[in-house]
């Protein structure tokens, strides 16, 4: 057994209520093996069930997000091996996760990486990042929401050039086309998640999940039927004791406290 398959490589701290996961592999540049995809899902369930976490942040370690997934391990796998050892169980456990995912990205996000970061609910990315899907060149596809993500954020010609092409995406271009949430300063992306993760931690946890379950199932049905379902969870949060803190605090003219019911 080599020594990297021994250590750790994804490590995880807490600051305050924002929890942080560092992808920690810099002699790959963080790619995506089947330990870090099982390792990010291990913790990231962890950070789920921990009470005292309210957000999370997704980086690399070294000035690297993620440049893509383990193409040594990848190259000898067959349609079966996808299935029987689950390889894009990460993506599913990012996009469904009961609490905000922010991806502080620097340097690269590519192939798998930029997958990664397109299943959090935020992306921070330094000024100098490049993301991209580069699957084509190497003779497949994306698999685990390159194409659908991108497709639903920039649009079917950005999606297709970016495709079909395997060019590496400037983070300006990727804001401008919706892509990225905020650009940084090079070196400010982590500093800057963490502290959106400390903001929306001080939300009522109520509100916060109702917003990001109307923006992820109302992104795919038609308006009539996403403003009906915006209109259900903006009813059912007078039921909760949140909103009558939040409104007497508002009153009040001071800081509301809220305990998540």
Known sequence: M????????????????????????????????????RDLVEHLEALAGDDAVSAVVLTGSESCFVAGTDIGEMS??????????????????????????????????????????????????AEDAKFGQPEIRVGIMPGAGGT?????????YKTLLWSLTGDMIPAGDAYMANVVSELVPTGQALTRAIELGGQIAAMPPLAVQSIRDAVRLGADVPIDTALALERRYFERLFDSDDQKEGMRAFLEKRAPHYRGN
């Open 2 to 37: 080599n020594a990297e398959t021994v250590r750790t490589v994804v490590r995880v701290e807490r600051r305050g209520h924002v929890g942080i996961v560092t992808i920690d592999r810099p002699e790959r540049r963080n790619a995506l093996n089947l330990q870090v995809k």
């Open 76 to 125: 000898t796998m067959r349609p079966n091996d996808h299935v029987r050892l689950d390889t894009d169980r990460v993506f599913h456990v990012v996009r469904q996760l009961s609490k905000p995912v922010i991806a502080a990205v620097e340097g690269y996000a590519l192939g798998g990486g930029c997958e990664l970061a397109l299943a959090c609910d935020i992306i921070i990315a």
């Open 148 to 156: 659908q993500r991108l497709l639903r954020a920039a649009g079917r």
